[in-house]
Nanobody, 123 residues
Framework: QVQLVESGGGLVQAGGSLRLSCAASGSFRRINAMGWYRQAPGKQRELVARITSDGSTNYATPVKGRFTISRDNAKHTVTLQMNSLKPEDTAVYYC?????????????????WGQGTQVAVSS
């Protein structure tokens, strides 16, 4: 079983910054890509940023130039630095990881999610 635990959400004024962190724990062979998604009220969950095991990144257009994703492979953590926050960034942010798990003699990739952390940006 794999657990993802997020931290760092909160309330901030527009133009401010927040840093989200997510730590993976449990039994697994390796973590492939890790990422952050968000879901605003009444909207579908959407990708914010994603990072592969070798450090390649991709960002949603609305956050490019403002958010930075990074990871520490040794600590199994992923971080999202959010700068120049806007009210439209308000959402619940979810950590996601694609994890290689060994089940018996079989290795498989599973998708895991954190419980979510609220980010609220006031105007």
């Amino acid at each position: 079983q794999v657990q993802l635990v997020e931290s760092g959400g909160g309330l901030v004024q527009a133009g401010g910054s927040l840093r989200l962190s997510c730590a993976a724990s449990g039994s697994f062979r390796r973590i492939n890509a890790m990422g952050w998604y968000r879901q605003a009220p009444g909207k579908q969950r959407e990708l914010v940023a994603r990072i592969t095991s070798d450090g390649s990144t991709n960002y949603a257009t609305p956050v490019k130039g403002r958010f930075t994703i990074s990871r520490d492979n040794a600590k199994h953590t992923v971080t999202l630095q959010m700068n120049s926050l806007k009210p439209e960034d308000t959402a619940v942010y979810y950590c996601n990881a694609d994890v290689r798990v060994v089940v018996g003699l079989i290795e498989r990739d599973y998708d895991y999610w954190g419980q979510g952390t609220q980010v609220a940006v006031s105007s």
